[in-house]
């Protein structure tokens, strides 16, 4: 199938916004209109209008990945598996990530930085697509994602959390 050279650019395009307006909290004194819209707050700011573009181009590259896997002679149970485990992975992979900002390092076992780093290596872990290997090899990818699930099972364990309003979570 012959790729549609404005959706990967949009979609890059997209990524990349994505990443830059995300990075915005490191960053003293940039206008206003180029940080999301507080709380309550009746306006639209630049990096409001990202995340719509990213359902956006989702949603146009859908059909077209369908497709693809049609065309490949994938079976429509096996496309659905796909989808189920692909979203049941960002949303773990979405909670452990937006829980970091009330991470509560004073109260915790390890640091903040050293949890994402174990949790995203964990990520890693689990949801890599490891290749076809000999019997050896092949033990260690089995055993890789079992050892990601038990190392995340941890981390929920001791994970240390503060409200905004001071609370242990």
């Known amino acids: 199938m012959k790729r549609i050279v404005s959706i990967d650019v949009f979609r890059g395009l997209t990524m990349f916004l ?4 995300n990075d915005f909290w490191t960053l003293q004194d940039i206008p206003k209109w180029l940080k999301h819209a507080a709380s309550g707050e009746d306006y639209l700011g630049f990096s409001d209008l990202i995340f719509p573009w990213f359902l956006f181009v989702l949603g146009m590259s859908i059909p077209f990945a369908f497709e693809n896997r049609i065309n490949r002679g994938e079976a429509p149970f096996n496309t659905w598996k796909h989808i189920l485990v692909r979203s049941i992975a960002l949303l773990v992979m979405g909670l452990f ?6 991470y509560n390092h004073d109260t915790s076992l390890i640091s903040k930085p050293v949890f994402v780093i174990i949790c ?22 089995k055993a890789l994602p079992i050892l990601g699930v038990m190392i995340l099972a941890a981390m ?14």
């Open 120 to 141: 995203t290596a964990a990520f890693f872990m689990i949801w890599n697509v490891y290749p076809k290997a000999e019997s050896d090899k092949r033990i260690t990818f």
């Open 156 to 169: 929920f364990l001791i994970y240390k959390g503060k409200g905004y309003d001071g609370a242990e979570i």
């Open 97 to 102: 990530h937006m829980n970091m900002e009330m």
């Open 18 to 21: 994505m990443i830059w307006v």
